[in-house]
């Protein structure tokens, strides 16, 4: 069954509920937080020096978007940005997060649904999402640019107005400290340096026993309990150590007192 209608979660007439119990309780409404679909909020280059920035913006007062809107907005814009100014020329950020904690009291539909509901016996609801909450003129996301691609980042963030449902503004200015902080290196260049210390440590650690794959003493290594290596007549091997017997005596003098 797939989800529900934007318009069936977009009001805000209930109060933001973000409450998030650390201990269990004994009367435990919400047992768990729902995970957030949300998965980057910083994307493109932001090691790069921009002059412009385009702010995507929310031009209805009071609305509620969901996390899924947002994560399908922010692949589609990541997506045509890509291809318009390339992956080096932009740097984009998500500006809001959802805080809100959505909960529904499913009931059956159709006729004689109501044998198999409970009605208004659990009201409160279960958790299905989370959203955020918006206000008139917020900022959704925000894109640093060059001036001679801002036009083109403003084009490709107001194509996202399906993937939102909300009525949606585009803004372009100079300001471009107001995005706030930025981080200082590339996604990729961390993925990359963290598997280059991986790699390093992996190398700077010395195995204890040679070894195959099975656990075995590796080729060419003595078995454990195997005898000395002798040459052919039967003398121990150069440079092999000396056998010794079990109940192996003390050398003796060989001239007796």
């Given at each position: 069954m797939g989800i529900r209608h934007a318009h069936c979660y977009r009001g805000t007439d209930k109060p933001a509920y973000t409450r998030i119990a650390v201990t269990?309780?004994?009367?435990?409404?919400?047992?768990?937080?729902?995970?957030?679909?949300?998965?980057?909020?910083?994307?493109?280059?932001?090691?790069?020096?921009?002059?412009?920035?385009?702010?995507?913006?929310?031009?209805?007062?009071?609305?509620?978007?969901?996390?899924?809107?947002?994560?399908?907005?922010?692949?589609?814009?990541?997506?045509?940005?890509?291809?318009?100014?390339?992956?080096?020329?932009?740097?984009?950020?998500?500006?809001?997060?959802?805080f809100h904690i959505m909960r529904e009291n499913k009931l059956a539909q159709g006729a004689g649904a109501d044998r198999v509901s409970s009605g208004m016996k659990h009201a409160f609801g279960k958790p299905i999402g989370r959203a955020a909450r918006l206000r008139m003129s917020q900022k959704v996301f925000s894109v640093l640019c060059d001036a001679s691609q801002a036009e083109n980042v403003r084009k490709a963030l107001m194509k996202t107005a399906p993937k939102l449902g909300i009525r949606i503004g585009a803004n372009i200015h100079q300001d471009v400290a107001s995005i706030g902080t930025m981080p200082k290196k590339m996604r990729e260049d961390k993925v990359a340096e963290v598997a280059a210390d991986a790699t390093t440590d992996a190398a700077a650690t010395p195995a204890a026993d040679a070894k195959d794959a099975k656990g075995a003493p590796a080729k060419g290594a003595p078995a454990k309990g195997a005898p000395a290596a002798k040459d052919a007549k039967g003398a121990p091997a150069k440079g092999a150590p000396a056998a010794k017997d079990a109940k192996a005596a003390p050398a003796k003098d060989a001239k007796k007192k």
């Open positions: 269990k309780h004994d009367r435990n409404y919400i047992g768990t937080n729902p995970g957030l679909k949300t998965r980057q909020f910083n994307m493109g280059n932001p090691t790069k020096a921009y002059n412009t920035i385009v702010d995507l913006t929310c031009e209805q007062p009071q609305v509620q978007l969901r996390d899924n809107a947002i994560e399908a907005t922010r692949l589609m814009i990541n997506r045509k940005l890509v291809e318009v100014v390339g992956k080096e020329n932009f740097f984009m950020k998500l500006r809001v997060y959802p």
